[in-house]
């Protein structure tokens, strides 16, 4: 027997192709000063942000935008919108890089359910939008999120949004590296934004360029048509720490300083994330988003707050003796504090930590760790955070995060490794598009394909406290937080280099309450 949620969802899907919604015209708006938007396309299509907070923010882009000017918008309760239950009128920003946003009342929304939403100019109609609004907070019914990170481009098709645009769930949660402010060579379809045409973005309009062509992407747009999105970022998002000299980390000639980059990068982002932004602090973005009575979700920002990477990277790493400085820091004290705050008073049944970066350690041989840009960079900090759950018996405690592009799954201790007190599990959902770790070591070594599974093998080998890597696919995972389990699924396309491939489950995991342990499924 299907439920409501899914006879809705399957009229969705249908609508795509059989609805053409009509065109609202707009009366004028003498008051406002402003005239409505008589044309344009929607070429970005739709997204939605998070409902939490009071409002439920819709966003669109108006192609052709010439001056800034109104648009209609309506909600409903179905995607005919037979039972429109609010519309108005917002403003498409020429500062805004030709966007408008929305910022609809929940008194209107009803808890948990699905909602539909579209754009109109004079002219021109937005494709239909969906959300299902934030649970009650004493819901009890099982709640599901998609998590996802890491969609370069260029480096592959983004088979893996047009299946979580399929999923049933709640909520998509981006954790980073949106956009790359960099485009690798050669890639599978090109990407020439950028003053120099080769993908390198510094300047505003190299931004906002960036994000038109992956926000024209159909399989992007189409999962951002399904689900309402929390996006956070991550280095390639927003330019990590300055370099020295007139270079960037990837040997580009400065075109703007550092401090303009960043700027550049975080309004970009900003102006197409539709997500409330703190009213005091704006660059904050760490946050707590209430789920219902089962899962709060904690998000941490891993990339504006942390000490300096320390050891550089090589292959073979050797051991990194900067990493255990026991001042170092990767939140920062003050988010710190918060994280500690929000663990320990948290209400849910699970509480879903997410941030940037891999947690558990990840050695390529034994004591020498791959990457030390992530929480092996911060050992201390860790070992911290394991013993205060460990010490508060904070349980049910799940750690998701990304960046790495690789499938991962295990158990984070106190010193990251196997000789550790397991404090909470890990999952890592791969990456939409961008080349993972087989792809970054047959860059620098050759591409011997006998040596790439001999690497992996070794990573399974010292890494007992990972209880499963997938290093061939990309994808996104799944979360479903029930009242006595937890339910991950690792989902993937066959492949990126074409579009269009089949999406299959890699692997199934639970997680029992109570216990930092992952049983494979
Ligand atoms: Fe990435």
Redesign the pocket.
């Known amino acids: 027997m299907p439920t409501r949620r899914e006879i809705l969802n399957r009229a969705f899907a249908a609508a795509g192709a059989t609805l053409a919604p009509r065109i609202v015209p707009i009366a004028p708006a003498s008051a406002r000063r402003l005239a409505p938007v008589p044309g344009g396309t929607f070429d970005s299509g739709v997204a939605s942000g998070p409902g939490f907070l009071r409002r439920q923010t819709l966003w669109t882009r108006i192609h052709g935008l010439e001056r800034d000017g109104l648009v209609n918008w309506e909600l409903a309760r179905d995607p005919a919108f037979a039972k429109v239950v609010a519309h108005g009128r917002t403003t498409a920003r020429r500062a805004a890089d030709d966007t408008a946003q929305v910022a609809v009342e929940r008194r209107v929304i009803a808890p948990g359910e699905p909602h539909f939403y579209r754009f109109h100019t004079q002219s021109a109609n937005s494709p239909v939008g969906r959300f299902v609004a934030c649970r009650p907070p004493d819901s009890r019914e099982p709640v599901r999120i998609a998590v996802w990170?890491?969609q370069?481009y260029e480096e592959g098709f983004y088979n893996a949004h047009r299946g979580m645009a399929a999923e049933d769930v709640d909520l998509v949660l981006c954790l980073?590296?949106y956009i790359?402010e960099r485009a690798v060579k050669p890639g599978v379809r090109p990407d020439h934004t950028g003053a120099n045409h080769d993908g390198d973005v510094q300047t505003l309009d190299d931004y906002r360029a960036k994000y038109r062509l992956y926000r024209a992407d159909a399989d992007l747009q189409a999962m951002h048509a399904a689900h309402s999105q929390l996006a956070f970022w991550?280095?390639?998002d927003v330019e990590p720490s300055p370099t020295t000299g007139d270079r960037d980390q990837y040997g580009a000639a400065r075109r703007v300083t550092h401090e303009v980059r960043l700027r550049n990068g975080m309004q970009a982002f900003l102006e197409n994330m539709p997500q409330p932004a703190p009213r005091t602090n704006r660059d904050r973005m760490y946050r707590t988003v209430r789920l219902g009575a089962l899962a709060d979700l904690i998000v941490t920002d891993e990339q504006r707050y942390h000490d300096p990477y320390p050891c550089s990277q090589s292959i073979p790493p050797s051991p990194c003796e900067p990493a255990l400085d026991p001042k170092r820091t990767y939140l920062g004290a003050t988010q710190k504090a918060w994280l500690k705050r929000e663990l320990e008073h948290s209400p849910a049944r699970w509480k879903l930590f997410a941030g940037g970066t891999m947690m558990m350690s990840l050695d390529l041989t034994r004591g020498a760790p791959f990457n030390t840009g992530q929480w092996d960079g911060y050992v201390a900090e860790r070992r911290e955070l394991g013993e205060f759950l460990l010490t508060k018996r904070i349980r049910d405690v799940v750690r998701l995060s990304?960046?790495?592009?690789t499938f991962f799954a295990g158990q984070v201790t106190t010193t990251g490794r196997s000789d550790g007190i397991p404090a909470l599990t890990e999952f890592i959902g791969g990456?939409i598009s961008?080349n993972g770790i087989p792809e970054g070591f047959r860059d620098r070594l050759g591409g011997d394909p006998a040596l790439i599974a001999a690497i992996t093998e070794q990573v399974k080998l010292v890494n007992p406290h990972i209880a499963y890597t997938e290093q061939r696919h990309r994808g996104y995972c799944i979360v479903e937080a029930r009242a006595d389990e937890l339910i991950v699924d690792f989902r993937a396309p066959e492949t990126v280099l074409t579009p269009g491939a089949r999406m299959v489950t890699l692997q199934r995991f639970r997680v029992p309450r109570g216990e930092p342990r992952i049983e494979l499924i």
């Open positions: 990170s890491c370069a980073g590296d790359y991550d280095s390639h990304g960046d790495i592009h990456s961008s």
